[in-house]
């Protein structure tokens, strides 16, 4: 029981709150609901269940081809900008370089720019240097639009570590790359899967800019969910977005317990 | 101190990928932006004008788009502030064993595919969608209610998608009030309100800043939301972008919208942070 | 084990000097200290011993070998931190194995030389904790059992004492100066505490400002400081101001206050300059008596009891107070306010320098 003047929140403000929470989550299981509707429009109650809009999308070439270049786009850029972006922090980090400000800045620049104009800046730039709808310069798109999110979850994973703990481990006898391979890495660790799940989710996620840059024959699967509510609302959409909801709350879980993902966000 | 080359090494790459494929690229887009393009031809060849900058003050349409766009902005941004406070207050201040459950399940839809939540939001609103047949069945309402291709649906929708990042910045803010300054105020006669309006409120202002500018910056920058909830021809700034190069092919005009778009934003975030750092001394 | 050798080290961050011409040679097994005030430059000097700092100009030599150019895992020293710097992530026997194993030890042979290392500091039972687990005082011995363990030239201290409490710490005095007799390994140790530094040392070296003021057994620095500096840090001074009367060879006379003249054997400034007047406080000599020729004659203004001795501040002038001292137990222990009494000061134990030297 709370006391009036201890600060905590009182009935109201609890009962506003927990309204809110419902209210974040509707969207979500109007889309699970529709996945599983016989009928193409909703209602409540639901007029029948069935999983066939499941098998159709899992079987459809058109969508399996996009999850596999989503896939192929997360994991790939999600691993480059790993090792870039920690590069770059650690770099930052140990004061390597003189204007750390003005370099954070620029490595966070992305995140500033509405990406939209990213998507239109690279797709004018691609096709002058003919790189358009290549996988290469998707890849690189995608790490743009990424590395700030490994940066920023680098920078503020280091600021934790003290310094003296790779100096003793120097002293004793590690060289620079062991030093940080065997005493920094494994502190900063929970922080830099919590930054490369979003970057993940990030790059998995994107519209804006990818649209620009797809050539006919590929695509990603929101930009194909995206085109598809173009041309008319179905079910399988409704299926195949359960499918990406089930992945991400069971990636949100697994991240929670492996690393109390909650500290990070 | 690691060696100043080594620091280059490190710091190279990243550098370099931006540099080549962001910067370069945004860069070049300049110069387009001042040519003018030929229906079927592409760019006019030698020709260079201010025309598209202009056209974006001078043209009704264009002003119109600005102004829904940013006041589209200001909306969400109040919209996020009011339904996200008492959520953020809940999760800072409430119980502690509801913490992580809240705010898993406010992150949640954060991570989830926007085009998912979007889709979500047509799944309700639309003239056939979940709202409409309810209020039908419950005999609420004669016909379906317009809650899409409209400011209405954009609005909500918008709200819903960017409502998670003001709820946590807004909860970093609020453990940041000092709860002893609290209790003063309180042993010093005020009412639960009054301490809420003259301590809390104020010595979180920072934090609403902070939310309210990113969720600002989001909304007017946003494509996905309002082309799914406003259709093709409710237009913001950032799908008339979109049109201008896929469409119209337009790609003087479009680079102009978005050196004006980039421009707001940038403007915006260097207003607030003149104002943060006013404010630095109140902590 | 080997000796310690820098020459003529120098070190500028940002245009600033933090240290100037610095040699010293520390013999095979021998404990020196670098004492001084924080921002004296030692902690630097360690820093370029370890290699963990790039030297402006010197050279760092490890017995006969020049180890300036090498990086700090090849020069074969330990380091114990201030904060411990123990690998959290690791056990209490991961923490102490880590260097050998970075020098390929492995098996029966790394067990051993472990529990060797915990059994010097006494945290045999510890071997499986995490630091975490352990008070200031274990995660301190774990931290010298790690830079033992793989057996050292030479051992370096960076204010390893100063995060723990007081009685903590005189145990922590005693247990390493045990502990470097009986591996009998070559020692600096970094402190800004002058009673650390006297009791454990077998020579000081006194810093300030980045210069070196003096290399001398413990007894040296504290009965014949060289400089007005040493002087001012060591002990409990007496500090007033005054102006040189005279010059004579390396000494003269100052006058304190407005009359007070006083023959001092260490004066460096001109005559009638102002100066700062140093006076150690234990060679101030007092006794109970009346006014005699060659005696300072005062009365007793204040008296505060410490333990082992009695402080007594004694007003000279209108305008000059001394602090003297008197063992607690003998017969000047118990002079009441108002008494008086003649004070004894050896020119020896004055020292008159311009204000900068001392600040």
Redesign the interface.
């Known amino acids: 029981m709370s006391r009036a003047d201890d600060g905590s929140p009182g009935f109201g403000v609890t009962v506003a709150a927990l309204a809110v929470v419902v209210f974040l989550q509707v969207p979500v299981i109007v889309v699970v609901l529709a996945a599983f509707s016989t009928t193409s429009y909703l209602t409540i109650p639901p007029q029948g269940v069935t999983l066939a809009w499941f098998g159709k999308v899992l079987s459809d070439p058109t969508y399996l081809a996009a999850i596999r270049m989503s896939l192929i786009l997360a994991f790939g850029s999600t691993a480059i900008s790993l090792v870039l972006g920690v590069a770059a922090a650690y770099a930052l980090f140990r004061k390597a370089l003189p204007g750390a400000e003005a370099i954070t800045s620029f490595l966070m620049a992305p995140l500033i720019l509405p990406a939209v104009v990213i998507g239109v800046a690279l797709l004018q730039y691609f096709s002058l240097t003919g790189l358009r709808g290549s996988l290469f310069s998707l890849l690189m798109a995608h790490v743009v639009i990424t590395a700030p999110y490994i940066v920023r979850s680098a920078l503020a994973s280091l600021s934790g570590v003290d310094l003296a703990t790779e100096e003793a481990a120097r002293v004793l006898g590690a060289n620079g790359l062991e030093a940080f391979r065997l005493v920094t890495l494994p502190l900063i660790l929970p922080g830099l899967v919590a930054g490369a799940l979003f970057a993940f989710i990030t790059s998995l996620d994107n519209v804006p800019v990818t649209i620009f840059l797809i050539s006919a024959n590929q695509t990603t699967l929101p930009v194909l969910i995206f085109t598809s509510v173009e041309m008319g609302v179905d079910p399988s959409i409704a299926a195949v977005s359960t499918l990406l909801i089930v992945g991400t709350g069971a990636t949100l879980l697994i991240a929670e317990r492996w690393s109390g993902f909650h500290r990070f966000v | 101190m690691i060696r100043y080359r080594h620091g280059i090494m490190l710091l190279a790459p990243l550098a370099l990928v931006l540099a080549g494929f962001f910067l370069l690229p945004v860069v070049m887009m300049l110069p387009t932006s001042f040519r003018e393009y030929v229906p079927g031809l592409g760019l006019a060849p030698g020709v260079w004008t201010l025309e598209n900058y202009t056209r974006i003050i001078t043209d009704d349409y264009y002003r119109e788009v600005i102004w829904r766009t940013l006041g589209l902005g200001l909306f969400v941004t109040l919209a996020c502030l009011l339904l996200g406070y008492p959520l953020a207050y809940l999760i800072a201040r409430g119980p502690e064993r509801w913490r992580v459950p809240l705010i898993l399940l406010v992150v949640f839809p954060m991570l989830l595919n926007l085009v998912v939540r979007s889709f979500g939001w047509i799944a309700l609103l639309a003239n056939r969608g979940l709202v409409n047949n309810l209020l039908t069945e419950l005999g609420l309402i004669a016909s379906p209610l317009k809650l899409m291709f409209n400011l209405t649906g954009l609005m909500i929708g918008l709200t819903h998608i960017y409502l998670p990042f003001m709820v946590l910045m807004l909860v970093a803010a609020i453990r940041n009030v000092p709860r002893d300054v609290e209790a003063a105020a309180a042993t010093l006669g005020s009412s639960r309100a009054h301490v809420f309006a003259a301590v809390t409120l104020p010595l979180s202002a920072p934090g609403i800043l902070a939310g309210s500018i990113l969720v600002f910056v989001l909304t007017i920058s946003a494509l996905v939301t309002p082309r799914m909830l406003g259709g093709p021809t409710f237009k913001v700034m950032a799908t008339l972008i979109y049109d201008e190069y896929m469409q119209l092919l337009d790609w003087p005009s479009g680079s102009a919208l978005s050196f004006a778009l980039t421009f707001m934003a940038i403007g915006v975030i260097w207003l607030s942070s003149r104002l943060t750092r006013n404010w630095a001394g109140m902590a | 084990m080997s000796s310690l050798t820098f020459d003529r080290l120098g070190k500028s961050y940002s245009g600033a000097i933090v240290v100037s011409d610095v040699s010293m040679t520390i013999k095979e097994g021998e404990f020196v200290s670098l004492l001084g005030p924080s921002g004296c430059g030692k902690t630097t000097i360690l820093r370029m011993v ?5 030297p402006d100009r010197g050279r760092i030599l490890i017995g006969d070998e020049d180890v300036t150019a090498l ?5 074969g ?3 114990v ?1 201030q ?1 411990y ?5 690791l056990t209490v026997f991961e923490n102490v194995a ?2 050998l194993r ?2 390929k030890v492995t098996g029966a042979e790394l067990d051993k030389r472990v529990r060797e290392a915990l059994a010097l500091v006494r945290l045999d039972a510890f071997a499986a904790r995490y630091p975490r687990q352990l008070s200031g005082g274990q995660q301190q011995r774990v931290a010298i059992a ?2 033992l363990a ?1 057996r050292p030239r030479v051992l370096l201290f960076d204010e390893p004492l100063s995060n723990l409490d007081a009685q903590l710490r005189d145990e922590m005095q005693i247990e390493l100066k045990r502990l470097q007799r009986g591996l009998g390994i070559t020692t600096l140790f970094v402190t800004h505490d002058q009673g650390e530094a006297l009791s454990m040392s077998d020579r000081v070296g006194v810093m300030a400002k980045g210069v070196m003021q003096q290399f001398a057994t413990p007894e040296d620095i504290y009965h014949r400081p060289a400089t007005g500096f040493v002087a001012g840090f060591i002990g409990k001074p007496n500090r007033l101001s005054g102006q040189v009367v005279s010059r004579n060879g390396a000494g003269g006379s100052v006058r304190l206050g407005a009359s007070l003249i006083l023959p001092a054997a260490h004066v460096d400034a001109v005559e009638g300059a102002m100066v700062d007047v140093v006076i150690r406080q234990e060679a101030v000599g007092l006794r109970r008596g009346r006014a005699e020729s060659d005696a300072l004659a005062g009365v007793v203004a204040l008296r505060s009891f410490s333990g082992p001795r009695v402080q007594y501040v004694v007003k000279l002038t209108d305008d000059v107070e001394l602090v003297a001292e008197a063992p607690s137990s003998g017969p000047d222990s118990a002079l009441a306010i108002g008494s008086k009494v003649l004070l004894a000061i050896d020119p020896l134990a004055v020292f008159a320098m311009t204000a900068e030297a001392i600040a």
């Open positions: 370890a290699g963990l700092v790039e990086p700090p895992n090849r020069r020293l330990g380091l931190f904060s710097a123990l690998f959290p992530h880590f260097g970075r020098r790690r830079a793989p």
